[in-house]
């Protein structure tokens, strides 16, 4: 089975988007969702420097926009699963037939903006821990008064919280954890220092009408298969203050019978976390048009095989 994921904030590097727009039409429609949300996506993918596109107002809307872009280029295909990091659910709503691609660019938009705006209020702050077990590294970053805003998976956790919060954690590690790294974000994304972003998204979300998906979406929020469009819009709103399970969202995977898994440019977080933590899975990172023809083949590979009965397949 097929997953198609697209990933988070912090994927972006400068110039990641220019040789996609080189793609027949594609400098079209990054055009027209530009005119839509009122930020020059084509600048600040090709032109900007890594300080201006690491603003989230500008980073969100820019990843939206390469996900959609990529995952189009790929061609008419169907996994048996769509799912995103943080940000990357918006992209996954877009892939499944819940928003259009100018709604979610919309959508994405608010997102950025509001996210920015609740990160100013108070000086917060996100660190990634190296080593250590969740059931330990867990309960000590609730001791401390912060948030394990990302449980990744492979064992990847990261703390969200005030920057006092932080500088105890880093004074007070967990036990195995050995070192804390300060990640270059604009707030503690994915806690409740997000609540005014929520407020901000509900109220853009009111004016949409989504439509159940057309494959199965695995959320953040729990790792659960969501139905109905309205459920996922909901999750999609309050995923900003909650925190992102990408754990369960693999456990999910396994249990749908993933074999193999594509990331979304601009790809390479998610795949490696998926070699680690779900080993035998065939992963393919779109980075540039160049990895589009292995993707499709690997695609291709993949539905080809789940259309043969197992015991064909392992020669019964």
């Known amino acids: 089975m097929l997953v198609l994921v697209a990933p988070g904030q912090g994927a972006q590097t400068p110039g990641f988007l220019t040789p996609w727009l080189e793609l027949p039409g594609a400098a079209d429609r990054v055009a027209a969702w530009s005119d839509a949300i009122g930020l020059d996506l084509a600048h600040y993918g090709t032109q900007a420097d890594a300080d201006a596109i690491r603003d989230t107002s500008v980073a969100q809307p820019l990843l939206v926009a390469a996900g959609i872009l990529s995952a189009s280029a790929l061609g008419d295909i169907a996994p048996g699963a769509v799912a995103g990091h943080s940000v990357g659910e918006i992209t996954a709503a877009a892939f499944a037939g819940v928003i259009d691609d100018t709604a979610a660019l919309r959508l994405v938009r608010t997102r950025g903006l509001a996210m ?9 702050g996100m660190a990634a821990l190296l080593g250590g077990d969740p059931e330990t590294t867990i309960p000590h970053l609730e001791k401390l008064g912060l948030t394990p805003a990302n449980v990744n998976g492979a064992g990847q956790i990261v703390a969200a919280g005030t920057l006092e919060q932080l500088a105890a954690l880093e004074a007070e590690k967990p036990e195995g954890v050995r070192k804390v790294i300060a990640l270059k974000v604009a707030g503690a994304f994915h806690t409740p220092h997000m609540a005014p972003a929520v407020d901000a998204l509900a109220r853009a979300a009111e004016a949409l009408t989504p439509a159940d998906p057309v494959v199965s979406y695995v959320s953040n929020k729990d790792g659960q298969e969501v139905a109905t469009g309205a459920e996922i819009l909901s999750r999609l709103v309050g995923q900003v203050a909650n925190p992102v399970r990408w754990d369960l969202c693999m456990e999910t995977f396994k249990k749908l019978g993933v074999t193999t898994l594509v990331e979304v440019c601009p790809g390479g977080t998610l795949t490696g976390l998926a070699k680690r933590a779900m080993p035998g899975v ?35």
Request: no cysteine; charged share 25%; hydrophobic share 50%.
């Open 116 to 124: 920015a705006e609740a990160a100013s209020l108070t000086p917060t």
């Open 282 to 316: 065939k992963t393919l990172a779109l980075k540039t048009p160049d990895d589009l023809d292995a993707a499709r083949e690997l695609i291709a590979e993949a539905v080809t095989s789940a259309a043969v009965p197992a015991g064909v397949r392992e020669g019964a």
